[in-house]
């Protein structure tokens, strides 16, 4: 399995060889928002032998590792490769988890180039009996059973909360549910209606798996989601969804996205450390 205990350490050991840095913090930097990890200080790249790179350094003030790119369940890869990274920056010594995405807003208040915190999320996988946790469980993960009620922390939401607040970002800013498909098509109109009765603010093709992985290991979440564009409702709409337009709508909130996640590390840090 690509992510049993003894392949997860064997990387955390390869990296831990590569750089002294002991980040308690990590990004997973969604799709445009690999930009995120350029803003670090004191930077050591560490490339894959497949993508994503690592990018361990410290962001005001504070060590942290980014993630450009992820492995996406449409390329082709198992669960357990999605996931693998988590559990590697678990046996790193992480502990919070930042993970960032790209959605499609079905929130018919939401607009193009709001962020989105994950309040919850709905797995369509799970509700399909597809669960990165099926199988043995390695205890020195977590339990057989983790609960997913409070996958996404409060305390965490409520620094991210601040930060929106000093920044003057709460005009953009919202908080709901994400949804994730497969993908890589996009959703028909029909798909999109169900997943808004279903409850869904926001759908994308990730995130939801890892956060299962991080959270049955005990890592505390954020979840943020930068709606790229709307999602079709309607027979009579031109709008058309697009990667190329996914990608623009990120570049044009990264720095926001930058600054936000900056004075969060700063909170996160004045929060852990004795006074
Ligand atoms: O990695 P994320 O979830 O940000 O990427 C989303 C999902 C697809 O990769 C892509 C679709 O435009 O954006
Ligand atoms: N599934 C899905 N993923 C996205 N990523 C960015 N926008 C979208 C979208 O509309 N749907």
């Keep these: 399995r690509r992510n049993s205990y003894e392949m ?12 002294a840095q002991c980040p308690k913090t990590a990004i997973i930097c969604g799709s445009g928002l690999g930009g995120l990890a350029e803003v670090l200080d004191n930077k050591t790249y560490i490339p894959g032998h497949q993508n994503p790179i690592l990018v361990f350094g410290e962001l005001n003030g504070q060590p942290c590792v980014c993630m450009q790119g992820r492995f996406h369940y449409y390329e082709g890869y198992s669960v357990g490769m999605v996931t693998f990274p988590i559990r590697v920056l678990f046996l790193l010594g992480v502990e919070v988890l930042i993970v960032t995405n790209a959605a499609g807003g079905l929130n018919p208040s939401f607009q193009v180039g709001d962020i989105m915190f994950i309040r919850d999320h709905i797995s369509m996988f799970g509700l399909g009996g597809q669960n990165p ?32 607040q000093e920044l003057g970002f709460v005009s953009f800013t919202r908080e709901g549910v994400y949804c994730q498909l497969a993908g890589p098509s996009y959703e028909t109109i029909a798909e999109c209606r169900v997943l808004q009765a279903l409850g869904a603010d926001a759908v994308g093709m990730s995130t939801i798996p ?20 709307k999602v079709m409702m309607s027979y009579n709409s031109q709008e058309k969804a697009n990667h190329e337009e996914v990608l623009r709508i990120s570049v044009v909130r990264a720095e926001a996205l930058q600054k936000l996640v900056t004075c969060l590390l700063g909170k996160l840090g004045e929060s852990t450390n004795p006074l």
């Design 210 to 229: 890892e956060v299962i992985v991080a959270r049955h290991c005990g890592l505390r979440i954020l979840g943020i989601s930068l709606i790229t564009n």
């Design 8 to 19: 997860c350490k064997e990387t955390a050991d390869w990296l831990r060889a590569r750089t």
């Design 133 to 164: 946790l099926r199988g043995p469980n390695d205890e020195r993960f977590g339990v057989r059973f983790p609960c997913m009620s409070d996958a996404y922390e409060q305390d965490l939401l409520s620094l991210a909360m601040e930060s929106v």
